[in-house]
């Protein structure tokens, strides 16, 4: 069964701290998505990438970064977290070719910044 | 600029009842269009997509309806039971490798026993 891991479902923070999300997907897929889901805002682009040390920003990259050294991880950070950015992460991954759009989901990291 | 409208927002409907969510969409070069189906505490799913070649698809209970000239795109889900309840979420995407998927802001379906 194909899988997208996202290694924290919940974490609880403080403002100003660095945060970690991972992904890990074992499909070999080219693409990787991480999305922020919030009620009544429905699933946000944060950044994506299409291949190994390659990044894109998406529609709301503002205090976010990534890193993606291998084709299975992506990893997405907030160098400074704030209360703002209390959500739901989603990471996503699509193989290339005809099937980038087909996007496997994982479970979601819910991050709380107090 | 919100480049995929839902609608309703949320649908309560009894068992054995038709569900239907619309979707509608601003940008004419999408040609890919897909739903997404979430059940609490997991990511969303693919459920079911079309493209603008044929105006309507069925998989099971689940059939999308596709208007081009109008720039809508609807999900019914025929006989629905409650374990159809769930955020649904339809979404939007030129087609191509490097295209990327533009989502609605989904809408919670409730489906009463």
């Known amino acids: 069964d194909v899988k997208v891991t996202q290694s924290s479902r919940y974490l609880v923070k403080r403002t100003g701290e660095k945060v970690f999300l991972e992904c890990v997907q074992d499909?070999?897929?080219?693409?990787m998505f991480w999305y922020r889901q919030d009620p009544g805002l429905g699933l946000r682009l944060i950044y994506f990438?299409?291949?190994?040390?390659?990044?894109e920003k998406g529609d709301i990259p503002e205090g976010y970064s990534v890193s993606r050294e291998k084709k299975e991880r992506f990893s997405l950070i907030l160098e400074s977290a704030s209360t703002n950015q209390t959500s739901m992460y989603l990471c996503?991954?699509?193989?290339?070719?005809?099937?980038?759009?087909?996007?496997?989901f994982g479970a979601g990291s819910r991050l709380t910044v107090l | 600029q919100q480049q995929v409208k839902q609608s309703p927002q949320s649908l309560i409907v009894q068992k054995g009842g038709i569900s239907i969510i619309n979707c509608a969409y601003e940008?004419?070069?999408?040609?890919?269009f897909p739903w997404y189906q979430q059940f609490p505490g997991k990511g969303p799913a693919l459920l079911i997509a079309i493209r603008p070649d044929v105006s309507e698809k069925k998989e099971g209970r689940f059939t999308i309806s596709f208007n081009k000239s109008a720039k809508q795109f609807s999900l019914h889900i025929m006989d629905s039971q409650p374990g159809d309840s769930a955020t649904y979420f339809c979404a939007a995407s030129m087609d191509g490798a490097n295209s990327k998927l533009t989502f609605g802001k989904g809408i919670t379906l409730s489906v009463r026993p």
């Open positions: 940008n004419t070069a999408f040609d890919y």
């Open positions: 499909m070999d897929h080219e693409n």
């Open positions: 990438s299409y291949d190994v040390k390659m990044k």
């Open positions: 996503a991954s699509s193989s290339g070719g005809s099937g980038a759009n087909v996007l496997t």
